[in-house]
């Protein structure tokens, strides 16, 4: 399972659209709205790489209002 963080940049007047499509996503577990160069935050599970490809660039990229996306993937520590 990988567990990463989706950042996402709106196009203004946009928020409540893209977050309502982007709650009904089945891999994001949660969402949060954020002030500042970023917009949403997405946190989100999938089974493997090939599937956040899909996420990202099938399911998040072509939200209507969606500018940017920056994604962030966890790795377990090395300690």
């Known amino acids: 399972m990988i ?9 203004p007047g946009m928020d409540r ?6 709650r009904e996503l089945r891999q994001v577990t949660n969402l949060e ?5 970023y917009d949403l935050l997405a946190e989100i599970e999938v089974k493997n790489m090939d599937d956040l490809d899909t996420f990202v ?4 990229r072509t939200i209507q209002g969606v500018v940017k996306t920056t ?6 520590p090395t300690n």
């Open 33 to 37: 709205t954020l002030y500042g160069e």
């Open 71 to 76: 994604t962030l993937v966890t790795i377990k």
């Open 17 to 22: 659209a893209v977050f309502q499509a982007v």
């Open 57 to 60: 660039f099938d399911s998040t």
């Open 3 to 11: 567990k990463a963080y989706i950042l996402l940049t709106i196009k």
